[in-house]
């Protein structure tokens, strides 16, 4: 293969999400030592040359190709958890992470049904011989720690039965809240966090309605800032658009790690969900490869097939 | 240790059909009923209620709660519930009083294990088809509803597992916090409501170790502050329950007219438990057995129930 060619295909096979391990084994393996030679000084992705002339790999390149090596293993991993131990990690890896990563957890704790987020704290009893809430009240500090704990802690009504009245009332109750955001900000606003950690979903739904009738404007168009609390509410209330950002946030080009490990978390875990949206595959077609894209498409169209 | 006197051999159909003569008819037959049901368990009880309704199409309960009344029926009708059932219609009735009974919401939520509350909170959901914490939250205001909402959602780690370093560091926190009576203080419901059990008591064990005192003697029980008296009972359900139950018993009879809520209450849901323990503190304490003053202090069917729990031999 002449070199033009083998750069572009190296470079091809490390671009994008994932590794293309077929690629690299036909470029890399029967490489000659001569040809290697010439990638090097070719490649400068992964190698730059120093003051003496030497090929020197380039050592934060290729810590970043360690994730992109890691994707597929960790997709698997993800899948064959039991799903209780698998967002009870997640939820462990979160709290050491810090503050950039509490969206995990208000992912979690909002988007899994009762019972299940139920089995993620049992579960983390049994990994950790603590309790997740425990956790959360002594690694986070400042307003984030009530609503956190607060989310994880719940155990909402599952039926149907909504009263209006009170989700008028309590739509109404947030308005204030965050029209008084320059007194107090909403995420300290206990009635706020109250009444978006007990109430059930289809309550927390009606409200939204309401509140856009009061306010002319969505509950999440109203927090956009506010972080945790924005995520809060629209993994509540309108769990696919939250996931569809998500999602988008991943494949765009200026995604960092986190951004895109979140990609086999959401995709993992929200099935049912991303099957529904006949438009995800197309838009990891051209952005994810190699055994992890494999993996990934293969996961979404399992649940198409059934 | 239970208190109640199960026989060896039960029938359900049996019971049933015996509650029944028991039920039909003219008057009816309360010691029969005393006497099958006070010496059944919640196991049994539920295997009457299922043998009932095959047999004569009626919920036994809807039947005695007709034929039944006063203190007696309501005893009863707590008696027949299955515990995590009971334990749901306890809080709602707490709840909706016109100023919520904070103590009875603690009560349930300290003294009950991680899986028996976790079983009431779906009682509840299924009964009253809300959340517990969401009633709680909306029927109370300010620190004591921080408190008790985060008590009822709690879901502690079980197991004996310490971390001596931590209890030693709570245990400072929660004095910093008495001291100051900064008792809205964020940590001090943080390590109440989500430390285990075992914890808990290793961080108390330490406070006293610490200062010679137990943390209670700094909340008074006669504060007329609402959180205060809410974080005394909180920390004495989860140090010692069963001394806990023993002051509510002696509370209730103490009184110029008798606490039935508060006596039917710690009988009904301890009796299963450990109510032959909190007899024996009872005992200790007051010098006369807990048998002698309910029957002092009440009459007539109620009597008879509340003896038969306590362990009376028919």
């Known amino acids: 293969m002449a070199l033009p060619d083998v750069l572009e295909a190296l470079n091809k096979a490390f671009s994008g999400i994932g590794v293309d391990e077929n690629s690299l084994i036909s470029v890399v393996a029967n490489s000659s030592h001569e040809h290697k030679k010439s990638l090097r000084k070719g490649f400068s992705k992964l190698f730059i040359e120093d003051e003496n002339g030497f090929e020197r790999s380039d050592q934060s390149a290729i810590k970043n190709l360690k994730f992109e090596f890691k994707r597929f293993r960790d997709a698997v991993i993800l899948s064959l958890l039991h799903p209780w131990e698998r967002d009870a990690r997640l939820i462990e890896k979160a709290i050491k992470k810090g503050p950039k990563q509490y969206g995990v957890i208000v992912e979690i704790a909002c988007s899994r049904s009762s019972n299940e987020l139920l089995g993620a704290r049992k579960a983390y009893h049994s990994l950790f011989d603590r309790s997740i809430e425990e956790d959360l009240a002594s690694h986070v500090k400042g307003s984030e720690r009530k609503l956190l704990v607060a989310l994880v802690s719940a155990y909402r009504y599952e039926g149907p039965k909504v009263n209006e009245d009170v989700a008028k009332s309590e739509a109404e109750i947030l308005s204030n809240a965050i029209k008084n955001a320059h007194k107090r900000k909403p995420i300290e606003d206990e009635d706020l966090i109250m009444i978006l950690s007990t109430r059930s979903k ?95 498409l293969g996961s979404l169209a399992r649940e198409e097939n059934k | 240790m239970a208190t109640i006197h199960v026989p060896n051999q039960v029938s359900a159909i049996e019971d049933a059909e015996s509650l029944r003569k028991a039920c039909k008819g003219w008057g009816t037959d309360e010691k029969a009923i005393i006497s099958i049901l006070g010496h059944r368990n919640a196991a049994q009880r539920k295997q009457i209620r299922l043998a009932y309704e095959e047999l004569y199409q009626e919920d036994l309960i809807k039947r005695l709660e007709s034929e039944l009344t006063g203190d007696f029926e309501r005893a009863m009708y707590r008696w027949i519930l299955d515990p995590a059932d009971r334990d749901a219609v306890l809080a709602n009735v707490a709840i909706k009083k016109s100023s919520p009974d904070h103590a009875v919401i603690i009560e349930i939520s300290c003294t009950r294990s991680p899986e028996e509350l976790l079983a009431v909170r779906r009682a509840y959901q299924a009964r009253y088809k809300r959340s517990l914490e969401e009633d709680v939250a909306a029927h109370t205001k300010g620190d004591v509803r921080k408190l008790l909402v985060a008590l009822v959602s709690a879901f502690r780690y079980d197991g004996e597992e310490i971390d001596t370093r931590l209890s030693n560091s709570e245990a400072k926190i929660l004095h910093e916090a008495v001291k100051d009576k900064a008792f809205n203080h964020e940590e001090v419901v943080r390590i109440l409501s989500t430390r ?56 209730s009879i103490k009184r110029i007219g008798t606490d039935e809520d508060a006596l039917t209450r710690v009988i009904v849901t301890r009796a299963e438990k450990d109510l032959k323990e909190i007899k024996d503190i009872y005992h200790k304490r007051n010098s006369v057995p807990l048998d002698q003053a309910v029957a002092k202090d009440t009459s007539g069917d109620y009597k008879a129930l509340l003896l038969t729990l306590l362990g009376k031999e028919d």
Request: proline share 3%; glycine share 6%; with cysteine.
């Open chain 1, 202 to 296: 289809p309550h927390l739904q009606a409200l939204n309605e309401h509140y856009n009738k009061i306010c002319q404007k969505s509950l999440t168009q109203e927090l956009e800032g506010e972080g945790n609390l924005k995520d809060t509410v629209e993994c509540l209330c309108t769990p696919e658009t939250y996931f569809t950002r998500v999602l988008d946030s991943a494949l765009s080009a200026d995604a960092d790690e986190e951004s895109k490990r979140a990609l086999t978390r959401v995709v993992v875990t929200q099935k049912e969900l991303l099957v529904k949206d006949g438009s995800v595959p197309n838009k990891i077609e051209g952005i994810l490869t190699g055994a992890y894209k494999d993996f990934i």
């Open chain 2, 196 to 251: 285990s059990k075992m914890q808990l008591l290793a961080t108390f064990n330490r406070y006293r170790d610490d200062h010679g005192t137990s943390i209670t003697k700094n909340l008074p029980g006669d504060s007329g502050n609402e959180l205060v008296v809410a974080l005394r009972a909180a920390f004495r359900c989860l140090n010692d329950p069963k001394k806990y139950f023993e002051k509510v018993l002696r509370n």
